[in-house]
Every structure is written in structure tokens, then in C-alpha cells.
């Protein structure tokens, strides 16, 4: 019976083991971001008003032109206006390390009435400022 009780615990204990490490996050050498730039950031925030808000935009057929607008003097931040037919997307960010990114967005289209304001985060976190809900 000893040798039973021996191999069982060794059954249990390797058990524990494999779902212990299992369980372990492995480290991140070079984690990849949600959102990495402005543009990624205009895509989150349509993908989430469209989502939450019913807002109908075609995101993928989207032609975006892109002019940055920062003031001379203000390198600390960045600021970039995107256009796409009547859709006005403004993003903001300070001018930090990607991962510490939090982006500004405003998204309006005068035609429909329609406005909205959020931060993105870098790990793609939408925080809805518009207080539409």
C-alpha cells in the first residue's frame, strides 16, 4: 500500500505543478500595444462609437487624409486632424513612450450633428467623455 500512497501523491503533486506553472504569466519581452499611434487611435474610438453609440461608419472604406496641427513651441504634444468626406477626427497625445499614451479623440461630422469625445489608452481602454452613454 505504501508504494500505492507514494505514486499517488506523485500523480497529484506533478498535477499541481502542471497546473501551477500552467497558470504563471510568461514574462513580455516587447510587448505589443493596442493602439500604437494617432491613426489606431481614430480606428478605436469609430470602432467604439460605432459600436456602443450606432453610429454608421464605414471605418475600412474610409480614404483618411492626415495634417498635423501641432503650434510651433508645444513639441510636448502632438495633435493631428484626420478628414474623410464630412468625418472629422482631432487626436491628441503628449509626446511620451507609446505605452504611456493616452490619446484625445474627438469625432465629429457637422452634417449629421453628431460629436463625441474620448481618451484611448495604449492598451486599447476606451474612456467615453462625451457623457453619451
Known amino acids: ?3 500505492i500512497k507514494f505514486y499517488l501523491a ?5 498535477l499541481t505543478a502542471i497546473l501551477v506553472v500552467g497558470c504563471i504569466k510568461p514574462p513580455s519581452f516587447g510587448q505589443s500595444l493596442a ?13 467604439y ?4 453609440l450606432g453610429v454608421n461608419v464605414a471605418i475600412s472604406d474610409m480614404n483618411w487624409k492626415e495634417k498635423r496641427i501641432t503650434p510651433p513651441g508645444l513639441e510636448e504634444v502632438a495633435t493631428i486632424v484626420f478628414t474623410s468626406g464630412e468625418w472629422v477626427v ?3 497625445h503628449r509626446t511620451v513612450a507609446p505605452k504611456d499614451r493616452v490619446y ?3 469625432i465629429a461630422n457637422m452634417i449629421f450633428g453628431f460629436k463625441w469625445k474620448g481618451a484611448i489608452q495604449a492598451d486599447g481602454n476606451v ?6 452613454s
Open 35 to 47: 493602439v500604437n499611434d494617432a491613426a489606431e487611435a481614430r480606428d478605436t474610438a469609430l470602432s
Open 10 to 14: 506523485t500523480i497529484v503533486l506533478g
Open 49 to 52: 462609437t460605432q459600436a456602443n
Open 90 to 92: 482631432t487626436v491628441s
Open 104 to 106: 484625445e479623440v474627438v
Open 1 to 3: 500500500m505504501t508504494g
Open 127 to 132: 474612456i467615453d467623455l462625451s457623457g453619451r
